[in-house]
């Protein structure tokens, strides 16, 4: 029977049979983020404005940009435990140009007697500097929300943005998102969000995903929410991608445990060019 042990289990041994060393810098993340503290949350998780695959990782937005006229829908399917909920999150990305990103995000939450949709959000991503030997790829974000939620679920919306690094390091592919929102309801503090994503390339269509999510909610002013998440994205055809992934929280705040499943179609897709040799007959 497929429980959730068993699925987070094996997404931890998998690593340390494709690639021992892509599993240590993983463990050693995780041992310092254990030593961040211990502390307790109860706030609703606001999903808020996603990235697409493959120009991110979970949640962490990367710094490239597809071509112009390049577009990407996504559905991510998530379900948390203790508490249990279910949430389905679409997602929208398209290259208004070769620099220039326009996102939109609708997510849907479902718990025991009680669903709706969240706040939808859109954002607008621009790459300032590609990267270079030294230099990580530079792009700013900007985000807003409309007041599109239910009661429980919503932030009366918001705005915000923030700054993008991403940078190759030896084989990862990295992204560092800094992130702060100001919500229009008025008993809500301003959120600020930390993230730090890697991407790693085991095979030709095959990746293992790590991401690290420090965030200090609306509700204190603090920062009371720390989750780690691994997983993978496989790329079965050109035009899809696959993402299945886990999270847990290691402030113990709410929900401890969720899983991510993510389908991304990629339009146009590229189709691979193959170079012919012709022989001239003598």
């Known amino acids: 029977m497929l429980t959730i042990d068993s699925i987070f289990n094996f997404l931890l041994f998998l690593p340390m049979i494709w690639h021992k060393r892509a ?26 404005l996603q990235p697409v695959q493959p ?7 990367s710094a490239s940009i597809n071509e112009q006229g390049s577009a ?13 909920f279910y949430r389905i999150t679409s997602s929208l990305s398209y290259s208004l ?16 007697n009680e669903y709706g949709f969240e706040d ?5 991503k621009t790459l300032l500097f590609e990267e270079k030997e030294l230099r990580p790829a530079i792009a700013i974000l900007g985000i807003i929300s409309a007041p599109s939620g239910q009661n429980e ?6 705005y915000g943005g923030g700054l993008i690094l991403s940078k190759k390091v030896g084989p990862f592919r990295t992204h560092l998102n800094a992130l702060y929102y100001v919500p229009f309801k008025e008993d809500l503090r301003n959120e600020i969000d930390i ?7 085991i095979a030709h269509n095959l990746n293992l995903l790590t991401e690290l999510y420090l965030k200090k909610s609306y509700y204190v002013n603090s920062f009371d929410y720390f989750e780690g998440r691994i997983g993978y994205r496989f790329r079965p055809l050109d035009f899809l991608y696959t993402t299945l992934g886990v999270g847990y929280d290691f402030m113990r705040s709410r929900p401890d445990v969720r899983i991510f499943l993510n389908f991304t179609v990629v339009y146009p897709h590229k189709e691979p060019v193959y170079n012919r040799i012709y022989e001239e007959e003598q």
């Open 23 to 48: 599993l240590c810098v993983f463990v050693a993340i995780v041992s310092a983020t254990l030593i961040a503290g211990n502390k307790s949350a109860n706030a609703f998780d606001f999903k808020g």
């Open 55 to 61: 120009n991110g990782i979970f949640s962490t937005f």
């Open 72 to 84: 990407a829908l996504g559905v991510e399917l998530e379900q948390s435990v203790d508490p249990t």
């Open 97 to 112: 140009a070769n620099t220039v990103e326009f996102d939109a995000t609708v997510p849907f939450s479902m718990k025991t």
């Open 120 to 124: 939808a959000s859109i954002g607008l």
């Open 153 to 158: 679920i919503t932030t009366n919306g918001r």
């Open 195 to 201: 993230l730090l994503g890697s991407d790693y390339p």
